[in-house]
């Protein structure tokens, strides 16, 4: 099986800053108050849609939103100390070991992305990666998944998207791939069990039982 996975809340335990970067980017505006449900709930929109899903009903300028939210985020970054999420790295050695391709689909920058993939030593553990920049339409649009696919050349009926938000698996879903939902990241059970996953599962360990169904 081939697997292609989310980044922020998948594979990396990146929520504080970026909940952070989201506060203080709505202080900056002058933007009504939002909890911290409401701003996790944005974590896995691309950076340059997400300020009209926090705030549908308000004119506000996507560009203006992601302008200062990278400022906001570069500055809030350099006192962080993000991790993965326990038994990432342990199971992404054995899936490898297993002979599993794998993949990155992530609504994070490029660039962004290679730093955290860069200072992890895992760069070349994927065949392929793709942030928000990489594509013309970000999740739950299927095209970051299907631009991994036609790339490598990768069935959709033998891949896994994991993913930790209902975007994720909507992607997967409209891709024709089979979904799976990690509850200990950002997205609510609620909101994935709505999107329809394949399988639900708690630890980032629980997808070796998944490997080769």
């Known amino acids: 099986m081939n697997y292609i996975f989310d980044f922020d809340g998948t594979l990396m335990d990146t929520s504080g800053i970026i909940l952070s970067t989201i506060k203080s980017t709505i202080a900056e505006m002058g933007l009504p108050h939002k909890t911290d449900d409401e701003c996790r709930a944005i974590i896995g929109i691309r950076t ?5 899903y926090l705030y549908p009903d308000l004119d506000i300028s996507n560009k203006e939103f992601a302008r200062i939210f990278r400022s906001n985020y570069d500055r809030l970054k350099k006192d962080s100390h993000e991790k993965t999420f326990p038994g990432v790295l342990e199971t992404l050695k054995q899936l490898r070991s297993f002979g599993n391709p794998l993949a ?4 994070r920058r490029l660039a962004s992305l ?3 993939l860069s ?7 994927f065949s392929m990666i793709v942030g928000a920049d990489s ?7 299927p095209e970051p998944v299907l631009t991994i696919l036609k790339t490598l050349n990768w069935d959709a009926r033998d891949t896994l998207v994991v993913g930790d938000a209902d975007v994720d698996i909507m992607m997967g879903n409209a891709a024709g791939c ?4 990690v509850t200990y ?3 609510s059970i609620t909101s994935l069990e709505k ?8 630890e980032f360990k629980e997808i070796l039982s998944i490997a080769g169904k």
């Open 114 to 116: 290679n730093d955290y």
């Open 135 to 141: 594509v013309t339409k970000g999740k739950p649009d």
């Open 195 to 202: 999107a329809n996953p394949d399988y639900i599962i708690n």
């Open 104 to 107: 990155i689909a992530s609504s």
């Open 119 to 125: 200072g992890l030593g895992i760069s070349d553990w």
């Open 48 to 52: 340059d849609e997400a300020g009209k």
């Open 178 to 181: 089979h979904t799976c939902a």
């Open 185 to 187: 990241g950002n997205g």
